[in-house]
């Protein structure tokens, strides 16, 4: 049984990994060798291996046989049934929502968009992104779909970090944000849910179009 301080560490350590790759230090295919791994995060082995198991249920690393790991290479079908899990999913949660927003929820959207104006480095600005949707989701009150909805928003983070279409659409995706986010100051659910769905199918068009 894992200790306390243990889950720590493989926390640690899979955040540390998620950033390195997610920033580009290390890229699709690239092996993701333990020992050295261990040297650079300061980790021992084991929360090593857990963090890297975890990664891969994200779908950010693959494991290589008995060969250790690697980062993974998108997979068009899987940032395909990404995308379509999140236009069913976040829909729900941003129903389920917006009749509870405060001032405050919407006090943490603006803040994650304005902290993302400026940024241009592709995980922070992936971290932005999960803020701003993550402030207009959590009144919904709905952990497991919270949970789920984090996941699926940490994987296509990969692939879209990887096709950089986070950052080349910045400023196309600050202005649907923006959309988003007056109406659900109005009140208005059919309105948000347009732009929320608007902007997950533009998201998924522009990482067709580039390559990873």
């Known amino acids: 049984m894992e200790t306390y301080t243990e889950k720590t560490q493989v926390h640690v350590a899979a955040e540390q990994i998620r950033t390195l790759i997610l920033d580009g230090t290390y890229r699709p295919g690239q092996p993701l060798r333990q020992e050295a791994l261990s040297e650079r995060l300061k980790v021992s082995r084991t929360p090593l291996r857990h963090a890297l198991q975890s990664l891969a249920e994200e779908g950010l690393v693959e494991t290589v046989g008995f060969k250790g790991a690697r980062v993974a290479r998108p997979d068009p079908n899987m940032v395909r049934d990404l995308f379509d899990m999140r236009l069913l999913l976040e829909p729900l949660a941003l129903k389920s929502a917006v009749a509870h927003h405060t001032k405050l929820d919407f006090a943490r959207a603006e803040m994650a968009l ?93 990482i067709q179009n580039l390559e990873y």
């Open 114 to 206: 304005d902290a993302a104006d400026t940024e241009r480095d592709p995980h922070r600005l992936s971290q932005r992104n999960w803020e701003f949707h993550h402030a207009l989701y959590r009144p919904s009150d709905r952990p497991t779909l919270m949970r789920t909805i984090e996941q699926l928003n940490r994987a296509s983070a990969f692939a879209e970090a990887i096709a950089k279409s986070i950052v080349i659409r910045s400023e196309k995706s600050a202005a649907e944000h923006r959309e988003l986010l007056e109406a659900c100051r109005n009140g208005d659910m059919d309105g948000a849910i347009l732009h929320l769905t608007k902007h997950l199918q533009l998201a998924y068009h522009d």
